[in-house]
């Protein structure tokens, strides 16, 4: 099974600070994703990557901007936080993608709260 | 639009008794993946099931893709069954994976 972590677990900032939230996978996968969780809704995707320097927008982009680095690190930035980004954030790793063959691993997920 | 609907939305069991959930999707798809959630958790995948029946431990997965569904079994529920239990789909045109609002599923002594 795939090794996807998460750091920080917890995070608390105030509107207008800048929060980088970092992801590590180390089973070789290609693909890569960040995903925001609210309260009695399912994940949504917020931007994924089929590689190092590679970026797809997914479709809650806004407000959210994220880099990969290499194969292994994809991190997520808020610039300018702000208290609707208060959420419970997920990432996410596969080895394909649209193939039909895509099982996606998770990371046990950071509690953002801005305040 | 909800393109992933999932139910029902909750359900209380008594242990030992078994569960059915559904999952229906409003467009084509190649690939349904189920996950159980504890609250706050870390999404744990179950079953992958491009189409056909598949089994593991408890759970059996249907997915019929024509008619754009897919359920899960979990036969003898367990306490420790509890949580919320989310189905994703593949969009077989952009890749992504496209989430339900989950059940939330309770299983009392």
């Known amino acids: 099974e795939a090794a996807v972590t998460q750091s920080p677990r917890n995070k608390v900032t105030v509107t207008g600070g800048n929060v980088t939230l970092s992801c590590r996978q180390t089973?070789?996968?290609?693909?890569m994703y960040w995903y925001r969780q609210d309260t009695g809704h399912g994940l949504r995707l917020i931007h994924y990557?089929?590689?190092?320097?590679n970026l797809q927008i997914g479709d809650v982009p806004d407000g959210y901007k994220a880099t990969r680095t290499t194969q292994e690190d994809f991190f997520l930035l808020l610039e300018l936080a702000s208290p609707s980004q208060t959420s419970l954030y997920f990432c996410?790793?596969?080895?394909?993608w649209g193939h039909g063959d895509a099982e996606q691993f998770f990371g046990p997920g950071t509690r953002l709260t801005v305040l | 639009e909800q393109q992933v609907q999932q139910s029902p939305a909750s359900l209380v069991l008594q242990e030992a008794e078994n569960a059915e959930l559904q999952c229906s999707f409003s467009i084509f798809t190649n690939q349904v993946q189920w996950f159980y959630q504890r609250p706050g958790g870390r999404l744990v995948s179950l079953l992958y099931n491009p189409s056909g029946t598949k089994q593991s431990g408890r759970l059996t997965s249907t997915t019929v893709i024509k008619e754009r569904r897919s359920s899960l079994h979990i036969s003898s529920s367990q306490i420790t069954d509890s949580g919320t239990y989310l189905c994703a789909m593949e969009n077989t045109n952009t890749g992504k994976l496209t989430f339900g609002d989950g059940t939330v599923l309770t299983v009392k002594p």
């Open positions: 089973n070789s996968h290609n693909y």
């Open positions: 990557s089929y590689g190092a320097g």
């Open positions: 996410a790793s596969s080895d394909r």
